[in-house]
């Protein structure tokens, strides 16, 4: 029997906030799946189609909007619904973000409640 | 028949054979020794650290809010570093209800007397620890307090640096002061760090504000900081956004205050275009249009465009004839800006030579004026 509960792919390169995302979210009854690095992160999109990515932009290797661009430019993956994380004040991330179809952008350091409040709003859509 | 010499030579070979076979055997033992013992130290603590994100996580999202597993796991060195490795990181990474917990979990008995007895060290790397993880820790009592204000005034930069650092986690802005004092008389800190020093000054209360900025205002004036600082400083009271100190600005830059330092009355043109203070345009005109450094020259011409105002497009198009090219784009970037009149002068302008006339052109294409 498949899953009912949303699947979330996190791509993120910190322990700590992967951690605590994946933690925060099982509780909210979503299945979560962690890559640490863009490679890792495009190949788990193509293979889970995830209800929705988490992408923190500045990752190892890979950066979060080559990951994007692979994304978007693959007919299967390209309707997937993206939440980009960011730090403060990058204003031309935003931009190129949502010229990429990101749903929604969350800036770092970010409070929980506003992450999970996001998440479930960009699944609702 | 094998001589004499011959056996002595033989048995020498034989001898140095060994040797070197058990150096070679005493050193593969031990790089192996070495590799596994590593791995296990590796591996150790990437379960302490996975036990840790558990129990963290656990304490901030309310799932398990004791704290006695935490003290217990959290007892050797070793894990007291990591564990506040893992909680500096987390800090930086949220915001909200979480940061106060995460917070005060670096004060879990234990910890801090271990970071202050690095602090009492008498090297300077273990101090140097120590005052960062005071840098995370809100309130510092009067022993630490001494030992961070005596380390601020120490010879080593990196040590002065890190205890700045500490004192400005302080609630007080005239600790905090204190610190910033300290760090801007340093003539060899990096603008980074000085930039870094100015936002931790400021950040811990909105409230505190007009107190800073009384603070602020006894440094611009100390003639005894280095140019270079004083410059930094400004900008960076700028971009926070201390309106307060405007008028204070605008006077050092009317009095011509360190005029002879260009760095410092750059830094007073950035300062008034920032905040749009058109007045002291006046003082730009007669004083820094024709100044002698195109630094200065091109700063005017931004402050010109950020005041937006037509009274200073004759200045500009002076400044767009300049014969530093950096100097000619930014004041025609700005008489761009300024609309209808000032894309009427610059087209007077396109008229006097062929150079000017493709500048004109490419920075319009760049700007997408039709």
């Not at chain 1, 031309?92 to 506003?114: A, H, N, T």
């Not at chain 2, 033992?29 to 994100?53: C, D, G, H, L, P």
């Amino acid at each position: 029997m498949t899953s009912t509960r949303p699947k979330v792919l996190l791509i993120e390169d910190n322990p700590g906030i992967s951690r605590l995302v994946e933690f925060k979210l099982n509780h909210e009854n979503m299945d979560v799946v962690i890559a640490a690095n863009g490679v890792e992160g495009l190949a788990k999109a193509f293979e889970l189609m995830p209800d929705l990515i988490l992408l923190d932009v500045m990752l190892p290797g890979i950066g979060g909007f080559e990951v994007l661009q692979a994304i978007r430019d693959d007919e299967k993956t390209r309707h997937l619904k993206v939440i980009m994380l960011t730090s403060k004040n990058r204003e031309e991330d935003l931009q190129r973000g949502f010229s990429m179809g990101v749903l929604e952008y969350i800036s770092k350091p970010f409070k929980l409640g506003e992450l999970m409040m996001r998440i479930t709003r960009a699944l609702e859509k | 028949m094998v001589s004499g010499d011959d056996f002595d030579a033989i048995r020498f070979v034989y001898i140095v054979a060994s040797l070197l076979a058990i150096l070679s055997v005493y050193l593969l033992f031990t790089s192996v020794i070495v590799r596994y013992a590593s791995r296990y130290v590796e591996k150790q603590r990437t379960k302490r650290r996975n036990q840790f994100y558990t129990y963290i996580i656990e304490y901030i999202t309310g799932e398990n809010e004791s704290i006695e597993r935490m003290e217990k796991s959290v007892k050797a060195e070793f894990d007291m570093d990591l564990f506040v490795e893992i909680l500096a990181d987390m800090m930086t990474q949220l915001d909200g209800q979480e940061v106060p917990k995460i917070q005060s979990l670096l004060f879990l008995p234990g910890i801090r007397a271990h970071y202050f007895a690095k602090l009492k060290s008498s090297a300077n790397q273990q101090r140097i620890d120590a005052c960062l993880y005071y840098s995370k820790v809100i309130d510092i009592n009067d022993e630490e307090l001494r030992l961070l204000r005596q380390y601020v005034k120490s010879p080593s930069p990196l040590l002065a640096h890190a205890a700045a650092s500490g004192l400005l986690s302080s609630k007080e802005v005239r600790i905090r002061f204190e610190a910033l004092t300290q760090v801007v008389h340093n003539p060899r800190i990096s603008r980074l760090a000085l930039i870094e020093i100015m936002y931790r000054f400021h950040t811990l209360a909105l409230d505190q504000f007009e107190e800073e900025s009384e603070c602020i205002s006894k440094l611009l004036v100390d003639t005894s900081i280095p140019a270079h600082n004083i410059g930094v400083v400004i900008r960076a009271i700028t971009d926070i956004g201390y309106g307060q100190l405007l008028m204070v600005l605008y006077d050092l830059l009317e009095s011509g205050f360190r005029s002879e330092d260009d760095e410092v009355i750059d830094a007073l043109i950035y300062s008034m275009g920032q905040f749009q203070f058109g007045p002291a345009g006046d003082w730009m005109i007669d004083t820094t249009v024709g100044h002698a450094n195109p630094r200065i020259r091109k700063s005017t011409a931004q402050a010109f465009e950020a005041f937006n105002d037509v009274r200073f497009l004759p200045y500009l198009k002076q400044l767009a004839q300049d014969p530093v090219l950096d100097v000619r784009i930014r004041a025609i970037f700005a008489m761009v800006a300024m609309g209808p009149e000032g894309q009427t002068n610059l087209d007077e302008l396109a008229m006097q030579t062929e150079e000017l006339q493709e500048l004109i052109g490419r920075i319009r294409d760049e700007m997408e004026v039709v």
